[in-house]
């Protein structure tokens, strides 16, 4: 049983910056690329970042590129996400996810795991 499970979220103002972390068990962590995406409220959900396998490679949304940072340590089986020079349009619900293989990571249906998201709210 695959399980991802975030956490870091919450209240930050305007210009501040949140660090997300996703603990992955149940497969072999180190052998699969890991996204970030985002749902805000009457939103589609989209896509935020995405780091290969090795962490040799990053991929970012142009809205947010620049201001997040995608990373992995694959000894501790974690994905990070170092958001900085949030805006209130960040605010969303954010969700990690495992990718099942193939070569896009931009696409939700390349992800086949996902954790229940947490919140993360940019508000004066």
Do not use: H
């Not at 949140?18 to 072999?28: D, H, K, P, Q, Y």
Request: charged fraction near 15%; glycine fraction near 12%.
């Amino acid at each position: 049983q695959v399980q991802l499970v975030e956490s870091g979220g919450g209240l930050v103002q305007p210009g501040g910056s949140l660090r997300l972390s996703c603990a992955v068990s149940g497969r072999t962590f180190s052998s699969y690329a890991m996204g970030w995406f985002r749902q805000a409220p009457g939103k589609e959900r989209e896509f935020v970042a995405a780091i290969s396998w090795s962490g040799g490679a990053t991929y970012y949304a142009d809205s947010v590129k620049g201001r997040f940072t995608i990373s992995r340590d694959n000894a501790k089986n974690t994905v990070y996400l170092q958001m900085n020079s949030l805006k209130p349009e960040d605010t969303a619900v954010y969700y990690c996810a495992q990718r099942r293989g193939g070569t896009n990571y931009y696409t939700i249906p390349s992800y086949d795991y996902w954790g229940q998201g947490t919140q993360v709210t940019v508000s004066s």
